[in-house]
């Protein structure tokens, strides 16, 4: 009898075992274990072998865990029999119940799931052993299971419905916290998988917000209107705004200056520029982030289907799109949003939305419009006057200042948390 309940605390111990494993393997951080194996822990990269084919590990973990289980319940229901009769069935179905949920699922299972990162790694190589021994036995069950379920027109192998993006966001999401940095972080991390959603015309400097130079001018002024501008690339025009005929950067024309002697009767400022380099405003930020690494440039003027110019869009925007704004010494200070005591913000109508919604974590949608005042006047269906008010998607705006058919300001009223 002795060597009989030795039997079934052995057994208790693997379907802990068993339970514990499946918890640890499906529970793990699989960033963290990818982190791992691409610093070379073999048993991290054993992990994620693993759970490619979870089929395989689940079936193999369960067929193990069923079999101690039910072992074990038998050994105790003939021990129970023998000492009390037939009510040492009842005995037997308690005590192994109370056990078998106590021992050997909730106490191996929560300990697993509190240190799922550090117990995968550590019990990879036997539950490998024992997916590689059960193999045949789950093979076999599985291809049972795909004919049942044919039986009723199931599937078993359909895809996954889930999308990858999908995922990554409900993860950021779970990167909870009310904290400036954790905020932050959300915002970047969202604003990475939103690259290959948004089109160079929702991020670039308007063509009437550009600073031009007009190759017709004198070559001091031209030189002058380079040294007041804080921009380092300066597209230039002739005869017509419209018509980019190249883009003088500053640093190549101080070097060409500086190589003249200082004298700019010689400069040929378009014979020293670059080619101007014109994209579609349908352009992708993935896309052209990738073609700026390309081409090593940082700048590209924008054009709408006909070949009219739109505006420029930098590199530096592009990163402004996931970091946040990046201003240096000679930058000037955008005014655009102020926070009013009531809970609302003054915003003018030039701010895009996807601004506003990462700094303070909206939800107005961009698809239609790219800036505030755009989003009004489709929201509205018309231009509106000053002092009227509008409720969309849940927010309040009025309408404080408007330069002819331009909304230039507006007060915005967040719904109530």
Same mark, same amino acid.
Not at 62 to 75: E, K, M, Q, R, W
Not at 222 to 231: A, C, F, G, T
């Given at each position: 009898m002795l060597l009989i309940l030795a039997a079934i605390v052995f057994l208790l111990v693997l379907?802990?075992?068993?339970?514990?494993?499946?918890? %640890?393997?499906?529970?793990?951080?699989?960033?963290?274990?990818?982190?791992?194996?691409?610093?070379?822990d073999r048993k991290a990269a054993l992990v994620n072998r693993l759970r490619d084919d979870q089929e395989r590990l689940i079936g193999a973990i &369960?067929?193990?865990?069923?079999?101690?289980? +039910? &072992?074990?319940?038998?050994?105790a229901t003939g021990i129970l029999i023998s000492l009390f009769g037939p009510a040492g069935i009842a005995y037997a179905t308690v005590a192994m119940t109370l056990l078998v949920l106590i021992f050997a699922e909730i106490m191996?299972?929560?300990? #697993? +799931?509190?240190? %799922?990162?550090?117990?995968?790694p550590a019990i990879a190589p036997v539950v490998n052993m024992v997916v590689n021994i059960l193999a045949p036995f789950t093979k076999a069950i599985s291809v049972?299971?795909? #004919?049942?379920?044919?039986?009723?027109?199931?599937?078993? $192998?359909? %895809?996954?419905?889930?999308?990858?993006?999908?995922?990554?966001?409900? %993860?950021? #999401? &779970?990167?909870?916290?009310?904290?400036?940095?954790v905020k932050h972080e959300r915002a970047m991390l969202r604003s990475v998988l939103d690259l290959d959603d948004v089109q160079v015309s929702e991020i670039m400097t308007h063509r009437k917000d550009v600073v031009a130079l007009d190759a017709d001018l004198p070559i001091k002024e031209? +030189?002058? $209107?380079?040294?007041?501008?804080?921009?380092t690339r300066i597209p230039i025009w002739r005869e017509d705004p419209d018509e980019i005929v190249g883009v003088v950067h500053a640093k190549v024309l101080l070097r060409n200056l500086w190589a003249r002697g200082g004298d700019p009767a010689e400069l040929d400022i378009l014979k020293d520029g670059a080619d101007p380099w014109f994209i579609p405003e349908q352009t992708l930020l993935l896309d052209q982030l990738e073609a700026f690494r390309a081409r090593r440039e940082h700048f590209a003027l924008v054009v709408d289907e006909y070949g009219s110019f739109l505006g420029v869009v930098t590199l530096e925007d592009i990163l402004e799109e996931i970091v946040g704004d990046i201003d240096d010494e000679h930058d000037v200070a955008a005014q655009g949003v102020d926070h009013a005591a009531d809970g609302s913000y003054v915003v003018e109508g030039k701010v895009t939305i996807r601004d506003l919604n990462r700094e303070h974590e909206w939800g107005l949608p961009d698809e239609e419009a790219a800036t505030i005042a755009g989003l009004v006047l489709h929201e509205a269906r018309r231009i509106p006057d000053v002092g009227q008010s509008f409720i969309f998607h849940g927010f309040r705006f009025d309408i404080l200042e408007r330069q002819r058919h331009q909304i230039t300001r507006v007060r915005i009223t967040p719904p109530k948390p």
């Open positions: 379907s802990a075992f068993f339970s514990g494993s499946e918890t %640890a393997l499906t529970a793990a951080s699989r960033p963290l274990m990818h982190q791992l194996e691409h610093n070379g &369960l067929l193990g865990n069923n079999l101690v289980n +039910i &072992l074990a319940s038998a050994l191996p299972k929560t300990y #697993a +799931i509190r240190t %799922a990162d550090r117990t995968a049972l299971v795909r #004919a049942a379920l044919s039986l009723f027109g199931v599937e078993a $192998q359909g %895809a996954n419905g889930g999308s990858t993006e999908a995922e990554l966001l409900g %993860a950021i #999401a &779970l990167h909870d916290g009310t904290e400036t940095a031209l +030189i002058q $209107q380079v040294v007041d501008s804080p921009y």
